[in-house]
């Protein structure tokens, strides 16, 4: 479509490996960010030449993909220059955000998972071989660990939920998020069914949907602003363990799971993940994850560490654990299928809401 622009198309280069090019001259990219191109065979972990060639995408366009722990070349003179990296230093490969991330919660082995609630709400699962949901529900990726892969629900709303909340309520006087969790504790499990869907900004996972919409549903006239702060945050929980769910039914078999992201410095959160998920919760030293992710694998390519076990070990400890109560979960299992239920139900309506808001 823009024909003068793709004559002039040298090398295609994700963000991260436009840096390494900066830095050491070279084209390069890894398996876990060339993952998400689809044009990656994910079990080979290398280009495939079935779709390059199906989309007519010249294969030189393409850099070496390399695993994520690979030196792909060193700091050039002029790097050094710009930079004050010393000239010679190695430059590796890296990771794409999530696997950094969950590399830096020490997610190395099948079997182990990690929740990160941010602005989205991610929940990632490693295992051994590429895995695939049969309808597509899930990403299904290479991870920056050597002969791993991961699968992936990402929901677009989790910690952008509770922020919306935040600022809401801020214009009528301003309100930290510490407060926020102390009104909640003032609401028992289940909110007394007072419900929240989160998808404030459409919703990528299970449902990928642009126009889903959020809020609270059930209200009455004994509700507090308890039950609507506390009910945002289960909402929250419910549509991450809608992922962990269908992680579940794939066979993977998950009873702990590291937790990072704001949830993570809350007591009060960090009980609910575990009651609503029926796992443990462990937090870990680390807390900028992806970054300490990028910094594991650099140690990695430099010889510092033999692998990402090794690495993950010598790097990370656990900082806390939190068991579910079986009572919490029985009352959020409850809850959480009157929630499931409410999308299908209000499908059609978030249409007519659309059409409606773009009068």
């Not at 436009?18 to 876990?32: F, H, M, P």
């Not at 044009?39 to 779709?51: G, K």
């Not at 930079?83 to 190395?108: K, M």
């Not at 702060?229 to 929250?236: F, K, L, N, S, T």
Request: glycine residues 12%; contains cysteine; aromatic residues 8%.
């Amino acid at each position: 479509n823009e024909p003068n622009v793709y004559a002039k198309v040298g090398h295609v280069l994700l963000p991260k490996d436009y840096i390494t090019y900066r830095l050491t001259g070279n084209v390069a990219t890894e398996v876990s960010d060339a993952s998400g191109t689809c044009l990656l065979n994910m079990e080979q972990r290398a280009w495939s030449d079935a779709m390059v060639a199906k989309l007519g995408i010249p294969r030189e366009w393409l850099p070496d993909c390399v695993e994520s722990d690979e030196i792909v070349g060193e700091v050039t003179p002029e790097a050094a220059a710009a930079t004050g990296l010393a000239p010679g230093t190695p430059v590796v490969a890296g990771a794409g955000d999530q696997p950094a991330q969950s590399l830096g919660c020490g997610i190395v082995k099948s079997g182990l998972c990690s929740v990160t609630v941010g602005t989205s709400g991610v929940v990632f699962a490693q295992a051994d071989r590429h895995i695939r949901h049969p309808d597509g529900l899930l990403h299904a990726f290479c991870h920056g660990v050597r002969d791993q892969w991961y699968v992936m629900g990402v929901m677009l709303s989790a910690g952008g939920s509770f922020q919306w909340l935040r600022d809401t309520l801020s214009a009528h006087g301003e309100i930290s998020f510490d407060q926020l969790t102390g009104l909640a504790q003032g609401a028992t499990p289940g909110s007394d069914g007072l419900l929240f869907l989160p998808h404030l900004s459409g919703e990528r996972m299970p449902y990928d949907d642009p126009l889903a919409r959020g809020g609270w549903i059930g209200l009455t006239q004994r509700h507090s602003l308890s039950h609507l702060v506390r009910a945002v945050m289960e909402g929250i929980t419910f549509g991450l363990y809608d992922l962990l769910q269908i992680i579940r039914g794939l066979g993977m078999d998950i009873e702990t799971i590291y937790v990072s992201g704001g949830a993570s410095e809350s007591r009060l959160w960090r009980q609910m993940l575990a009651d609503v998920f029926d796992a443990r919760i462990v937090t870990t030293s680390a807390t900028q994850g992806a970054a300490f992710g990028a910094a594991m694998l650099a140690g990695i390519g430099a010889g510092v560490f033999r692998n990402a076990a090794e690495a993950a070990e010598a790097t990370i400890v656990v900082s806390g654990s939190t068991e579910p109560n079986p009572q919490a979960h029985r009352v959020y299992d409850r809850a959480f299928e009157m929630y499931r239920s409410l999308y299908p139900q209000l499908k059609g309506s978030f249409q007519e809401m659309a059409d409606f808001s773009s009068l």
